[in-house]
């Protein structure tokens, strides 16, 4: 289309009263006038809240396919994982069963064993709670103290464990308290039976660096990375099976005979509020027999002579 044949004049509006740019100010001013009373005096409110009570209906029926969009997706993907964590806990579930069957069986094997051979029945340990009250300022070795002492039953030798293993071993008693000397200390040592080997030896606390090792051990003795340690139980201290260490290092140094072997100790002491004192197993052993008494040199020489 040409430009020329294009309506130049201005709408009807613009064209009556007074002239545009006049009209143009004075709207503008009332539009300012406006916005600022509405801000000092909000002139506006109440028209605000009827248009928006009005249109509320309005705004919810034109939400209601967004909402049941968003609520469809959510309870589809609940659903699915609803539906993955039962999966997963049955399957968990089996397996539980499966172990606690086979725990069973094996305890019931192993009755049946020690009926068999007429052994005696396993010992049945002792154990009292207690709460770690703080560790000995000494910082050259690892101690640490319980709320209970000899008015409530603990003796010096009771090992002190918690949920992951063996912590230590108390070491003084006081009325109301208890001095617990960890396996990490540099003069606790503990014998452990290796369960992949079934190999018994004895582990020693290395100091303040957290770790243990073990000693004495020939450089072809079969120690690897991984082993599990557990106490022995030959030692009438410990029970037997209770987790020690376990080996991180194995170092065989051809200029030694013995492997430098270094232990993690599987119950960490640092954080361990809350732990487990159990009664010594040699309060629960049959007495050990005496060996009896040698003659004395005197009376033999005296019968001798009488010959």
Known sequence: MPLGTLDRTPPPFFRQGHSARTKLVFCSALALFLMAADSRMALTQPLRATMATALLPVVRVLSLPVHAWDGGADYLGGLQAAQSSANEMRARLALQAERSSRADRLAEENQRLRALLDLRPAVTVKSQPAEVLYEAPDPYSRKIFLDRGSQHGIIAGSPVINEAGVLGQVTRVYPLSS????????????????????????????????????????????????????????????????????????????????????????????????????????????????????????????????R
């Open 179 to 306: 001095e617990v000397t960890l396996l990490i200390d540099k003069d606790a040592a503990i014998p452990v039976l290796n369960g992949r080997t079934e190999h018994r030896s004895a582990a020693f606390g290395s100091g303040t660096s957290g770790t243990m090792e073990l000693r004495f051990m020939a450089g072809n003795d079969d120690v690897q990375v991984g082993d599990v340690l557990t106490t022995s139980g030959v030692d009438g201290v410990y029970p037997p099976g209770l987790q020690v260490a376990k080996v991180s290092a194995v170092d065989r140094r051809g200029d030694s005979a013995f492997a430098r072997i270094a232990l993690v100790p599987t119950a960490q002491p640092d954080g361990v509020r809350h732990v487990l004192v159990l009664e010594p197993l040699k309060l629960q052993q049959p007495p050990r027999p005496e060996t009896p008494a040698e003659p004395e040199r005197g009376a033999r020489n005296h019968k001798g002579g009488r």
